[in-house]
C-alpha cells in the first residue's frame, strides 16, 4: 500500500515536471509570435506613412505644375484674377481694378511703389502685379524671370490734372500741348523713351526762354519709368520732359516736387502743386475732385506674372 502511494506520488511529480517545460516552451513562442505580429504592424504603417507623404508630395507638385502651367499658358483675357493675391501700385488705375476681384476672392497687396509689388511677385509673396503697360515694359526688361500676359486688361488716356475750377491754368496747358503735338515735340519725346529709338531725342529747352510769369509746381511720384523716375538723383521722363516743354511756350519755371501717388491730386487740390503729371488716368472719380487737361497719351493695364 506505501509502495502504491509512492509510485503514484512519483508519477504525479512526473507529471507536473512534463506540464511545466511543456509551459515554458509554449511562453517563447507566443512572445514570438506577438513581436512578429508588432513588427509587421510597424512595418505596414511605416509604408503606409511613406505613401501618405508621396501622394502629398505629388499633390503639391501637381498643384504647384499646374499655378505654373496656367500663368505660362494665359493671357491677359483668359488668366484668373479670383482667389489670386494681387500686387498693385496704391491708388492706381491697378489698383482699382484690382479691387473688382475682392469680391472674387482676391486679395489684394497695395504697395506705395510699383517697384515693391515687383519685388513681392519675384519673392513669391503675391501672384501677379496689376500695372501699367510701359513702366511693366521696364520691368521686365530688368527681370528675365517675369513676363507680361499678352492683352490687356484695359486701356486709358494719361492728362495733367488741375485745381477744379482752374480753367485758366488748365487752358494754358491745353494750348501748349497742342503746340507741342503740332510741331512734333511730344512725339519726340516720347520717342525718346519707348520704342526703337530711345536716348535718340533728348528734350531741351530753346535758348533765350522768357520765364518772367513765375514757376510752375508739379507734382509727381517719381517711380514710374519711363515715365518718371530718377536718374544720377534727378526726375526724368516723359513727364517732366513734356511738363519743361509746357512751361517753355508758356513763359516758367518748373520746379518738380516728388511724393506717393496717392498724395498727388491731394497736393493740387490744396494748392501745394499747380498741377498734376505723373501718367495720370483720367476716370470718373479723379474728376470728382479735380480737372484734367487734354490727354497727351494713351495706355493700358496688363498682368505681370513670374516664367
Do not use: W
Not at 509604408?47 to 508630395?57: F, G, I, L, V, W
Not at 511724393?259 to 499747380?274: H, L, R, Y
Amino acid at each position: 500500500m506505501k509502495m502504491k502511494k509512492l509510485f503514484t506520488a512519483v508519477l504525479a511529480a512526473a507529471m507536473v515536471v512534463s506540464m511545466t517545460g511543456c509551459g515554458s516552451a509554449a511562453a517563447p513562442a507566443e512572445s514570438t509570435a506577438a513581436a512578429e505580429s508588432t513588427v509587421s504592424a510597424e512595418s505596414t504603417a511605416a509604408e503606409e506613412s511613406t505613401a501618405s507623404a508621396d501622394t502629398a508630395e505629388a499633390t503639391t507638385e501637381a498643384a504647384s505644375t499646374e499655378a505654373g502651367s496656367e500663368a505660362a499658358d494665359a493671357s491677359a483675357d483668359t488668366y484668373d484674377l479670383a482667389g489670386k493675391k494681387i500686387g498693385v501700385q496704391l491708388g492706381t488705375t491697378g489698383d482699382q481694378l484690382a479691387t473688382e476681384y475682392e469680391q472674387n476672392g482676391a486679395t489684394v497687396e497695395r504697395y506705395n511703389k510699383g517697384a515693391d509689388a515687383i519685388q513681392a511677385l519675384k519673392q513669391g509673396k503675391i501672384d501677379c502685379v496689376v500695372i501699367d503697360g510701359n513702366p511693366a515694359k521696364a520691368f521686365v526688361e530688368k527681370n528675365d524671370d517675369l513676363k507680361i500676359l499678352d492683352g490687356e486688361l484695359s486701356s486709358e488716356e494719361y492728362a495733367m490734372c488741375v485745381k477744379k475750377g482752374n480753367t485758366e491754368l488748365a487752358d494754358k496747358i491745353n494750348g501748349a500741348l497742342q503746340q507741342l503735338e503740332e510741331d512734333g515735340t511730344l512725339d519726340a519725346i516720347v520717342s525718346n523713351y519707348i520704342g526703337d529709338e530711345v536716348g535718340q531725342h533728348p528734350y531741351t529747352s530753346p535758348e533765350g526762354v522768357d520765364r518772367s510769369n513765375g514757376t510752375l509746381v508739379m507734382a509727381t511720384n517719381a517711380a514710374f519709368e519711363p515715365y518718371e523716375y530718377y536718374e544720377n538723383q534727378e526726375i526724368v521722363g516723359i513727364d517732366p520732359d513734356i511738363a519743361q516743354a509746357v512751361c517753355d511756350v508758356l513763359g516758367y519755371e518748373l520746379k518738380i516736387e516728388d511724393m506717393e501717388f496717392d498724395s498727388i491730386i491731394n497736393a493740387v487740390v490744396s494748392g501745394k502743386a499747380d498741377f498734376g503729371a505723373a501718367g495720370m488716368t483720367v476716370t470718373e472719380d479723379r474728376k470728382l475732385s479735380v480737372d484734367f487737361t487734354d490727354t497727351y497719351a494713351t495706355a493700358s493695364q496688363v498682368i505681370i506674372v513670374k516664367k
